[in-house]
């Protein structure tokens, strides 16, 4: 198996409603990408795309439509597809192009433009439930989570204060973002007065609706070497994909995240996660999410994320930091690049350079991970910085 | 670098209509079958699931939602790839390639008779800000690339009739086909002017159906019960999406994936002994077959007439109908029976090689190329096995 580096990474600013088209916006994240890595279009040999429901840009075939901004103009290209866990699974998606052989160098590209859908992209996912058994209720995204943050909140004893917490850490995470769309300093006290979407669900626990792009050159060891002293390894990807029937699963654990870690790290050879992982950007739309992923990734008990957030351990200068970036919640949710954000701020905290964001524990080996699907699916990347294979 | 393998293969009869069974029982008939075929078992044996997929016709979002458990795949690894169903096999044999997964499954299928007003879902696809507005019917780009294709050549015209009068009548064996006829080239022409140069006729027609294509790694395969079909190089390619700026003439992305499988096989298109080419409309088999380096348009009438290796002995999409992405599923589905021996009355004798490609429609420029070759076949080529 062929070692898959990342040698440049580039991304647009996350905002609630881009002038740019998802095309241009796709543009503006690969030359980054690429002229952070000192590469010319020419050197790509084929294009990972990532981009979700089509039903936000309103495009049918909506990766054919994006190909030239993503500079797949007359190279192999193909997209990948799991909901909300697009993203990350991009991670995965450039590795097999790279580590398979086929091709020395792959530009990885993650768009969304949710703007597009008006109203609002809340419409979009109406049309994401069941035909027969759901869609006739008229179902919202946000009614569903409500249920999942319930069922974890009662399991656990778990109170909407310390939930708060990250959304807090998060928004105030993403300050120092400069692509962030909602970074801002806020308290428990806000988010426990934000207006109720759903209960347990208020306005402050929930990641907005953004547009942006984000994008990573992955290849191979002896590519990277002639670009960089300091490539940074995609040394694990895993997924996994639960049923449709979500309404059979006992939604206070996402199991199918847990399968999706292991996978991941059977590959990285960890085997544990909790020590050997320095820090994680796992996926947090919703507040709670990120505490339900952090069990999912084995970075701690099933219960225990509260308390190692209340504890202060996630924050940056923590033991453990998670979403140093600022997440989904402050960075903002263009859902497909926000997988992809998370794996630039892997590829810039591993090697330093994440200035203001940068995490205190000089960090050799991180953990990516999104989510998405009817509560569904888990898609899992681990990146180390430079040193042999262990 | 090992070898994969095509282990198994499973199809349901393609139909225009099909209204007794869901998309779901369509996907469940073709995988039982494929995995019967192969010999696999999918909750312990297959390590990747692969569907491919559109969301607009499949009238849901995020379709991948409903994807594993009618294939075996919940809580496993599944994911969907948002291309034409012979990428779906490239991104699968690379996953196979890089030793994390041993054996995978790739689905693809259509349900084209539910879509309510198809012709909309297509203009979809139209840039939003440039074509769109015009509200034209997106075949026009297919009569567009037709008159260009044709230039001022009356031959060329009549064997466009004549691709359409062979493939329906090559269906007549096919027992998976939906539009089996006894035709002449003269009634092609004399069907109703669809898209000026393009007859009606000319079209391929829709059908549902459901593909299942296991596929396994070089050691795998030795220890199963499918006769491996051996993948000797795939190529794809995209070329501009903008319409403004194509190439009109030539099928640019057929080309650019053909380079790229005979640089990983190691021999040109001319060494398949069959060839399962797209054929959406009647004019592209042959501007494909071009592109392809098969032969140039002019000779293309010397293969209908039989003096070479034959093209869509299946009866391509005219014969069978056209089932959206898993189209390019199909005719590998075929070319696997053609190679094992298995094709019945339309047993190309001697078949060791096959050549399949597949293109995504209008208004796409995207398109594939698997090149396969029989468990028996012998050495074909010095390939690289890969294209880095």
Known sequence: ?390 | MSRVAIVGVGRTQLRPVSPELSYKELMFEAAVRAYDDAGVEPRGDIGSFIGVSEDFWEGTSIFDEYVPDQLGGALRPVCTIGNEGLHGVATAAMQIMTGQVKVAAVESHSKLSEVGRPLKVMQMALDPVLNRPLDFNPHVLAGIEMARFLGDSKALRNDCARVVAENRAAAMDNPYAAYPADLRAGEVMGSADAFSPLKEMEMSGPADGAVVVVLASEQKAKGLKGEPVWIDGMGWANDTPTLEARDWATARYAKLAMAQASKMAGYPAKKADLFEIDDTYAYKEIQHAAALGICKPGDFRKLIDGNGPPVNPSGGSLGCGHILDATGLFKLAEAVEQLRGTAGRRQVKGARRALVQSWRGVPTTSGAVVLLSGNDAGPAGAGKGAVA
């Open chain 1, 1 to 390: 198996m062929r070692r898959v580096c990342v040698i440049g990474a580039g991304i647009t600013k996350f905002v609630r409603r881009a002038k740019e088209t998802g095309k241009e916006l796709s543009f503006e994240a690969a030359r980054m990408a690429l002229d952070s890595a000192g590469m010319e279009l020419a050197d790509i040999q084929s294009v990972a795309e990532g981009t979700a429901p089509d039903a936000f840009d309103g495009l049918h075939m909506k990766a054919e439509y994006l190909s030239d901004g993503s500079g797949a103009f007359g190279k192999p290209y193909t997209r990948s597809y799991v909901g909300g866990g697009t993203g990350v699974f991009l991670g995965a998606h450039g590795w097999w192009h790279v580590a398979s052989g086929m091709f020395d160098t792959c530009l990885v590209v993650g768009e969304e433009k949710m703007s597009s859908c008006f109203p609002h992209p809340q419409g979009a996912f109406l049309t994401i439930f069941d035909n027969f058994t759901e869609r006739p209720l008229g179902p919202n995204l946000v009614w569903i989570f409500a249920l999942e943050m319930n069922r974890y909140m009662t399991r656990h004893n778990i109170k909407k204060e310390d939930i708060a917490l990250v959304s807090v850490k998060n928004h105030g995470n993403a300050l120092d973002h400069p692509s962030a769309q909602l970074g801002m300093k806020i308290t428990v006290d806000d988010v426990l007065k934000s207006e109720v979407l759903a209960y347990p669900v208020q306005r402050l626990d929930i990641s907005p609706t953004s547009d942006g792009a984000a994008a990573l050159v992955f290849c191979t060891e002896e590519v990277a070497r002639k670009y960089t002293d300091d490539p940074v390894f995609v040394d694990g990807v895993g997924w996994h994909l639960d049923t449709s029937y979500w309404t059979d699963r006992d939604l206070y654990y996402p199991k199918y995240v847990e399968k999706a870690a292991k996978m991941a790290y059977r590959m990285a050879k960890i085997d544990n996660p909790r020590k050997q992982i320095d820090f994680a950007e796992p996926y947090d739309p919703f507040d709670y999410k990120e505490l339900h992923h952090m069990e999912g990734l084995q970075l701690c008990g099933k219960g225990e994320a509260p308390v190692l957030t209340r504890e202060g351990v996630t924050q940056r200068d923590g033991d453990l930091p998670t979403c140093p970036s600022g997440g989904a919640l402050g960075v903002g949710n263009p859902i497909a690049a926000t997988g992809v954000m998370k794996l630039c701020e892997m590829f810039w905290q591993l090697r330093g350079e994440a200035g203001k964001r940068q995490v205190k524990n000089n960090p050799n080996t991180a953990v990516a991970q999104a989510w998405g699907d009817l509560m569904q699916v888990g898609t899992v990347v681990v990146m180390r910085r430079g040193g042999a294979r262990p």
